[in-house]
């Protein structure tokens, strides 16, 4: 078992082994404390997982479980589902000295966090990560969030959690196509801090799966530490994210987040490379990376739709937009173009040749 220390405005852990969710229950009463847990998960892992995190908890001596199961999907982490649950925790009379945990995906992580940010202005979080995506990304560095029509994650907050306990194990019941959401966001890694890291993703993942997350988390863990909340350099993290969260919004969110940020990082390094920030050897070699991990690497969303997208997204300042451009495999550099400039990068980025 690893553990990574996340110091931020909060201090907490981050434990990566096999195992862990029989033992949840301990890890988040020494963390957390309280009396009573609402454990918050989607109506697949619920059904996996929550029986098991459930027993635990109890045993550890939370007096009180109570739960909120939803639809799985990107479709539910909207303003009235947040309702829902806000409802929920007032119902299940927690206090702020009681603890929400979030066991699934990048979609519970956002919307119980969000809640538990909010709830009687702040109570305790506990990050139970379920997905790759998860565990190396979405449920470390405090971002919390629920969609709007108009863009993804518009309505959200920073709020770190107490503890993170990412089971290996769990991604044995995973399906293939979700655990390829995960490696896309492993790739970015790489991208933009590590190199080593990105050699590594050649080599067999699941013979050293907890190094590899924990690598991952130690690459966000630094950046977040910088940089909490995401006015500078924290932005790095964001490399393939404006394309595909327009890619995402176009799709009604059908597309998975992790297969839009790929082609985002294919389109984002072709426009780098044809503009001189890279050579063509990063592009390269970051689209035969996405096609080793049957990632995809084009997209038919018209440019101009991409840009409309655009317009809500959260690194824009007026009428400029801060993109991530990879000047090498470890490397990347933040660029601010005009939304004009914007739409003929992304256009050089679609061009095939």
């Known amino acids: 078992m690893i553990s990574v220390t996340v110091n931020t405005s909060k201090e907490y852990d ?3 082994g096999g195992g862990l969710l029989p033992q949840a229950g301990g890890k988040v009463m020494a963390a957390c404390g309280g009396e009573t847990a609402a454990l918050v998960s989607d109506d697949i892992v619920n059904k996996i997982y929550g ?7 109890k045993a550890a001596g939370y007096a009180t ?3 909120f199961v939803f ?4 479709q539910s982490k909207t303003i009235e589902m947040y309702t829902s649950l806000l409802n929920a925790l007032a119902e299940a009379k ?5 603890v929400v945990v979030a066991l699934g995906g990048g979609v519970t992580g956002d919307l119980a966090g969000f809640a538990a940010a909010t709830y009687l202005r702040g109570v305790r979080l506990a990050q139970i990560p379920t997905s790759l995506l998860a565990m190396v990304d979405s449920s470390v560095g405090g971002k919390t969030a629920v969609n709007l029509p108009v863009g993804k994650n518009q309505a959200g907050a920073f709020y770190q959690p107490d503890i993170v306990l990412c089971d290996v194990d769990a991604l044995q019941t995973l399906p293939a196509e979700v655990f390829k959401d995960g490696c896309a966001e492993m790739i970015k890694h790489g991208i933009i801090a590590d190199a080593g890291l990105f050699a590594m993703l050649t080599e067999p993942l699941r013979l050293r799966m907890e190094e590899i997350i924990a690598r991952n988390v130690t690459i966000k863990r630094d950046v977040v530490a910088m940089d909490e909340r995401d006015t500078g350099i924290r932005q790095l993290l964001n490399f393939g994210h404006t394309i595909g969260h327009g890619i995402e919004k176009h ?9 839009a940020v790929a082609i985002g990082m294919s389109i984002t390094s072709r426009g780098a490379w044809r503009m001189g920030f890279c050579g063509e050897e990063c592009h390269t070699g970051i689209v035969d990376m996405l096609k080793r991990f049957g990632l995809p690497h084009e997209t ?13 997204d959260k690194k824009r300042s007026g009428k400029q937009i801060t993109e991530v451009l990879p000047e ?3 490397k990347c550099v933040l660029h601010s173009f005009s939304l004009e400039e914007l739409e003929d990068f992304i256009k050089l980025g679609m061009q095939e040749g």
Do not use: F, N
Request: charged letters at 30%; zero cysteines; glycine letters at 8%.
């Open 71 to 74: 639809p799985h999907g990107e």
């Open 94 to 98: 927690l206090t702020r000295s009681d």
């Open 251 to 259: 799709s009604d969110y059908k597309m998975p987040h992790g297969k």
């Open 65 to 67: 479980v109570a739960r």
């Open 300 to 312: 038919g969303v018209p440019p101009e739709r991409l840009v409309e997208a655009a317009l809500s």
């Open 14 to 16: 981050v434990w990566i």
């Open 328 to 330: 090498r495999i470890g």
């Open 51 to 57: 029986d098991t995190v459930e027993r635990s908890l």
